[in-house]
């Protein structure tokens, strides 16, 4: 008789994937692997079959579900972790089937090998051992069959797509989307109507259909969405599907160039079908536009790639001729539901046809009128609709309500149920009843609020309310960057060239954090505590972004402003602007400003210091390594300020280097390297380190010198706050390699 082989339950395959992930229960940022998008990668299963498994495992207290930051995400996601039973119940199983023995086929070789051997080779992962216990055999020349059926399950990224509480009629709409998904002509669908009208409603649908042929990428685009977010996120989500192309290109490159991502994507397998999915694009940035433009033509050569667009109003990324003349683009004005719809749901909602007629004429059958409008609507005598939904739901709010609403709507980013409560106080009663009246939605995410609704709030608030409700939501980023680590002191000290490096791999959401604490104090009318933040990224995070997205509103917010640090300050950052805009002539001239005014205390002092160094830069890039120079010359003239005196030595020692002349340039960093052997402060572990490396750069071999920079990077680690401290402006572990560098070739 033949033996019965038994297939892992989906909840036990989670219990093994999850026990890889153990050691991040109490870390600040997880992996991907640990949401529901990832177990599903992970396990090669559909998305909707997580949940199920996982709260079967939570109910049975083998798995914990929280909050949590998401390495590569902008927002927190439901993520799930081991409890100590649930390791417990792991190993256990691990061990079960580790002793399970196989047929394993190998170089045209049979053999016998357990379970265990095989995810100690790495032959077999988490996602192909239920099928290999099952098959009872593993051929690791042709693969598995089961494999190979199961790279044909589609992946969906729709995290934040919400399914409706009711979806009715839209029939025509679906069937034109549906053909013009399987045709081979038309790639991309533009879906444009008023707010609350059903558009993302139309596109959660089009995913349940479409959903088991096609991977599906859908994002809701927002006013501070970057490309460079959309990217990140849709590459993650093509490496996780299979394919790697677009996530390894973004892994190598820092300034992304939109006509070489778009040719990659053009490159996606015709046998890969996607569905990409782009939401409020009326919202998204002109890169975000641009990207469109390119993928636009590129779209008829992707044979498995469709695109639906959502919008409020026509966004000018294609012409008429894309629609007319070509027929690769399709266009759908998304109108209220029909006459026939409307009745239908209204008379479920108990309405009469007479009450109905008289609803459908006022509100133009717009769904959320539908669901919002309450028995006696239909006598009043409205004419404009905004008016009428006002009547409907502000008019019958207290303003404990009105201002639940309001910082859901002045927040740009979703907030869960702890964040709200941490800055204001409100009872589940009040969260019931606005759920109750359709305004807000609870998702794993935090808060809904209907985009009409966001709009609507917002004009109802006073302005005392509005700077009320900004302050709070300032307070709230506030304190998350503070958990964070950022808002700590911070060494008197900036980058010596503002954006040396645009990177933010390992950073987090502070970028993100700290662009909505600086919009909030802005809406709270807190000018100067703005600025003060903007200038506390410039320190810490090397993000152009945010000096691009607030340097005008902060300007405007300190308009009058003629004292204090910040008046410095702004001006600081009204140069930074220039630069990344590339005015470096005008940028010049607001420098060599700064550096001639009269600092009263020790930030303004900063502030003029970090002006002076970076006009060296400014004149090297614009002018050449003579004119920076030249400047710099011309500062010492007027006397060396104070703190910067080590930054003029190894300044003056780099551009030495770079016009030629070598020997110049070593006496010039010897200089420095011994103010470091012959300072007191130092550990005399650094002082000794250094000293042996002069003596081998000067003597011995390169190889001998750089491998002993090596050992004095670990001392400069250990010592960086001293270091700051008694080299202030100076990148030390930069020109410490440059002066090593530079000592060897001098001696030639």
Known sequence: MTKKRTRLTVGERILLLLMNYTRFRDEMQVPVDVTQDGIANNLGIIRSAVPRAVGSLIDRGLVEEELAHVKGLARRRKVYHLTD??????????????????????????????????????????????????????????????????????????????????FL??????????????????????????????????????????????????????????????????????????????????????????????????????????????????????????????????????????????????????????????????????????????????????????????????????????VLVEKDAYNYDIGDFMEFLKGEIFDKLDREAVRFLGLLSLSRLQLTPEELGSIMSFGKELVNRLQDMHLVFSTPGGFVIHDLIRDMSDSVLTAEEKLECHSRLADLFHTKLEDLGFHQEVPGTFPPFPFAVDDEKGLGPVPLYVSEEVYHLIGAGRGKEAVRVLMEALMQIPSKDLVKEHYSAVERAMQGISSGPESFQVRLLGAVSDILEGKEDHTLKTLKEISRMDAKDEEQSLVVNCARIWIHHIEERVNGPENAMNALDSLRKEGVPEGLDYYMQVKKASLLYKMGDHKGASKQYR??????????????????????????????????????????????????????????????????????YSLYHGRK
């Open 169 to 370: 009629g839209r029939e025509r709409e679906i069937e034109e989307i549906s053909s013009a998904i399987t045709s081979r002509k038309r790639r991309m669908t533009v879906v444009y109507g008023i707010a609350g009208v059903g558009k993302t409603t139309l596109s959660w649908k089009i995913t349940q259909i479409f959903s088991r042929n096609m991977n599906i990428f859908y994002l809701d685009l927002k006013e501070w969405t970057t490309l460079s977010y959309v990217l990140k996120e849709l590459g993650t989500f093509l490496s996780n599907a299979g394919w790697k192309d677009l996530s390894s290109y973004l892994e190598t490159t820092v300034d992304l160039d939109i006509e070489l991502v778009t040719d990659i994507l053009k490159n996606i397998p015709g046998e890969f079908p996607l569905l990409l999915i782009l939401d409020d694009l009326h919202r998204a940035p002109d890169q975000i536009v641009m990207f469109l433009s390119s993928l636009k033509e590129r779209l008829p050569a992707m044979k498995g790639v469709n695109v639906i667009i959502l919008s409020r109003e026509r966004v000018p990324f294609y012409d008429i001729r894309d629609v007319k003349i070509y027929q690769t683009i399709g266009e759908m004005e998304l109108m209220g539901f029909d006459r026939v719809t409307s009745m239908k749901l209204l008379k479920e909602r108990g309405f009469s046809d007479e009450e109905s007629k008289m609803i459908v004429q006022m509100t133009g059958g717009h769904p959320l009128a539908l």
């Open 671 to 740: 200089t420095f390297l011994d103010s470091i052997i012959n300072n007191d402060e130092f550990p005399d572990r650094l002082r000794s380190s250094v000293r042996e490396a002069v003596e081998k750069a000067e003597k011995g071999s390169i190889q001998e010198a750089t491998d002993q920079f090596q050992k004095i990077m670990e001392l400069t680690v250990a010592n960086r706050e001293l270091l700051r401290e008694e080299l202030p402006f100076v990148d030390v572990d930069h020109h410490l390699l440059s002066a090593i």
């Open 85 to 166: 039973e649930g390791i417990m119940r792991a190993r256990e199983l691990f061990e079960r089937i580790s002793g399970t023995t196989v047929s394993v086929v190998e170089s045209g070789e049979r053999s016998r090998k357990t379970i265990g051997e095989l995810f100690e080779s790495g032959d077999v992962s988490l996602k192909t051992v239920s099928d290999v216990i099952v098959r009872g055999s593993l051929d690791m020349d042709t693969g598995s069959s089961m494999e190979d059926e199961r790279g044909t399950e589609k992946v969906s990224y729709t995290h934040s797509l919400s399914p409706p509480e009711i």
